[in-house]
């Protein structure tokens, strides 16, 4: 009884030692291609330049290639690796992935507001410039925080 107790204690650490060494292999697998968050940063900067430069018809029809855009960016991502995480779902990743959104929102907010209330056009293209800057550089930290969280999961 002892020695059947003793095996089933060493069959449940040997299991989950190999989920922890799955979960660490996962995350070193798990590594985003480098052009990922550039065309992602282009995708969103262009979108925020429409917001403080375009007129209504073609801000339109840049909502449309926007998303059509994001969801070729998911698909490609999830035809490399099979899977793919929403920056939303939770996790360490959350907090880099709400931290990009603000900077989202302001630079929408901004943009607009210099390229629908004044003549000034070069403030616009400045905050199109921090967009794409952020997103490349939060969503490489988001991508880091998500392996993390890949490696340590409870």
């Known amino acids: 009884m002892e020695n059947e107790q003793l095996e089933n204690e060493q069959d ?16 070193g697998l798990l590594v985003t291609p480098w ?10 900067s262009g ?12 801000l339109l029809v840049g909502l449309v290639l ?10 490609a991502y999830k035809k ?3 899977v793919w995480k929403s920056g939303l779902s939770g996790g360490k990743g959350t907090v880099v992935a709400y931290r990009l959104m603000g900077v989202y929102f302001a630079a929408a907010a901004v ?7 004044t003549d000034l056009v070069w403030p616009v293209w400045l905050v199109v410039a921090v967009m794409f800057g952020a ?4 969503g490489r ?8 969280e890949l490696r340590n999961a409870p």
């Open 66 to 75: 926007y998303f059509v855009g994001l969801f070729g960016l998911v698909q």
């Open 35 to 44: 052009w990922y968050h550039v065309v992602l940063g282009l995708l969103v």
């Open 111 to 117: 943009a607009a507001g210099f390229g629908r209330l």
């Open 47 to 58: 979108l925020v330049a429409l917001l403080g430069l375009a007129s209504l018809p073609v």
């Open 12 to 27: 449940a650490r040997a299991a989950l030692a190999a989920v922890d060494e799955a979960r660490a292999s996962a995350a």
């Open 80 to 82: 490399k690796y099979g």
């Open 135 to 138: 997103t490349v550089v939060l």
């Open 141 to 148: 930290q988001y991508d880091v925080a998500l392996r993390d």
